[in-house]
């Protein structure tokens, strides 16, 4: 019996090799904008239905239009404000449907990574060449409309299967080589990059996408009020920038137009975002830099580090 996922090793927080971001950063900070596609009459999925009403699901549909419409912009020119590049979690088929709003981010050098196509098209119940076919539509949708490479990836509606981390890792290889296809945000595990298997053997790594701090469930699941969410970020925050004296830590706040911008949510967040861009040695970046840098950087002395401590055994 499978005891665990089997992605990654397990690998104690305490005594790893030390991580150094650039200019000595104790955090590596980033954003994630999901800046989604619901569809209002979806595809059935027989495990999930997209919308808890029957259709027309007009008032679940309607919020998240209006994250396109009005939240996004919110967003945007408040991440402006404080020197922030979004890492946008895209599902794809927005470059069809808003191609205004992906020439925006374009503008402000932002990142794109794969969140599927639509929201509201699941990972369950697909076949794995079906799973295939769909990361391969979503990666080659980003680098048709933005010329970017798309080097990170989250199931959309985190509906992860046994199968999407060595798919992403293949798909991303065939199309562009090693530069394409090389983290995953769906693991939610550690507070640092960890290094993950794939049947493949390509270099593979997750970065922490934080579920804690995601405004979806803080909202939504958690029901905290703005003024708790941005205690809690601020929070978190302090403790990553505390351990990131002994070794770098990473911070995320992922975040949808349609929940964290809504008027009476933006101040808390705004503080927020002024509070961590505040302190001098935080590395203000994106999920693709920081993954880059700790392949490049971190990586093979993590791959040893875990051996070691597994009793020889190795990625």
Same mark, same amino acid.
Not at 117 to 131: A, C, K, L, P, W
Not at 158 to 172: C, K, M
Not at 180 to 190: E, I, K, N, P, V
Not at 198 to 218: C, H, Q, W
């Given at each position: 019996?499978?005891?665990?996922?089997?992605? @990654?090793?397990?690998? +104690?927080?305490?005594?790893?090799?030390?991580?150094?971001?650039?200019?000595?950063?104790?955090?590596?900070?980033?954003?994630? =904008?999901?800046?989604?596609?619901?569809?209002?009459?979806? =595809?059935?999925?027989?495990?999930?239905?997209?919308? #808890?009403? =029957?259709?027309?699901?007009?008032?679940?549909?309607?919020?998240?239009?209006?994250?396109?419409?009005?939240? $996004?912009?919110?967003?945007?020119?408040?991440? &402006?404000?404080?020197?922030? %590049?979004?890492?946008?979690?895209?599902?794809?088929?927005?470059?069809?449907? $808003? +191609?205004?709003?992906?020439?925006?981010?374009?503008?402000?050098?932002?990142?794109?990574?794969?969140?599927?196509? @639509?929201?509201?098209?699941?990972?369950?119940?697909?076949?794995?060449?079906?799973? %295939?076919?769909?990361? %391969? &539509?979503?990666?080659?949708?980003?680098?048709?409309?933005?010329?970017?490479?798309?080097?990170? @990836?989250?199931?959309?509606?985190?509906? $992860?299967?046994?199968?999407?981390?060595?798919?992403?890792?293949?798909?991303?290889?065939?199309?562009?080589?090693?530069?394409?296809?090389?983290?995953?945000?769906?693991?939610?595990?550690? &507070?640092? #990059?960890?290094?993950?298997?794939?049947?493949?053997?390509?270099?593979?790594?997750?970065?922490?996408?934080? !579920?804690?701090?995601?405004?979806?469930?803080?909202?939504?699941?958690?029901?905290? *009020? =703005?003024?708790?969410?941005?205690?809690?970020?601020?929070?978190?925050?302090?403790? !990553?920038?505390?351990?990131?004296?002994?070794?770098?830590?990473?911070?995320?706040? +992922?975040?949808?137009?349609?929940?964290?911008?809504? +008027? $009476?949510?933006?101040?808390?967040?705004?503080?927020?975002?002024? @509070?961590? *861009?505040?302190?001098?040695?935080?590395?203000?970046? *994106?999920?693709?830099?920081?993954?880059?840098?700790?392949?490049?950087?971190?990586?093979?002395?993590?791959?040893? &580090?875990?051996?070691?401590?597994?009793?020889?055994?190795?990625?």
């Amino acid at each position: 019996m499978q005891t665990d996922p089997g992605y @990654y090793d397990y690998w +104690p927080y305490d005594k790893r090799p030390k991580i150094t971001w650039p200019n000595g950063a104790k955090v590596a900070f980033w954003v994630t =904008p999901n800046i989604e596609f619901y569809e209002l009459e979806a =595809p059935a999925n027989p495990s999930r239905k997209a919308w #808890p009403q =029957p259709y027309p699901a007009i008032a679940g549909y309607g919020i998240r239009d209006y994250g396109n419409r009005v939240g $996004h912009m919110r967003q945007m020119q408040l991440l &402006d404000k404080y020197g922030v %590049r979004g890492s946008v979690s895209l599902s794809t088929a927005l470059c069809d449907h $808003h +191609p205004e709003i992906i020439r925006l981010c374009q503008e402000r050098d932002w990142e794109f990574f794969s969140h599927g196509i @639509y929201n509201t098209r699941y990972t369950y119940g697909m076949s794995e060449e079906q799973e %295939r076919e769909m990361i %391969r &539509d979503s990666i080659e949708s980003i680098y048709k409309h933005t010329g970017q490479k798309c080097a990170g @990836y989250l199931a959309p509606a985190l509906s $992860h299967s046994d199968h999407t981390v060595d798919l992403f890792a293949e798909v991303g290889t065939e199309l562009f080589g090693d530069e394409a296809g090389f983290y995953t945000c769906d693991l939610f595990h550690d &507070d640092q #990059p960890t290094p993950i298997h794939t049947r493949s053997g390509k270099k593979f790594v997750s970065i922490p996408y934080s !579920l804690e701090m995601n405004d979806t469930i803080a909202y939504v699941s958690n029901k905290v *009020t =703005p003024r708790q969410y941005g205690k809690m970020i601020k929070a978190n925050f302090d403790r !990553l920038y505390q351990e990131g004296e002994e070794s770098g830590t990473i911070m995320c706040i +992922p975040t949808h137009n349609y929940q964290v911008s809504c +008027p $009476h949510r933006l101040k808390a967040y705004e503080e927020a975002l002024e @509070y961590i *861009t505040g302190h001098s040695d935080v590395w203000v970046t *994106t999920g693709r830099e920081i993954a880059s840098y700790y392949m490049q950087n971190c990586y093979e002395q993590s791959v040893a &580090d875990i051996a070691a401590k597994q009793g020889g055994k190795s990625l």
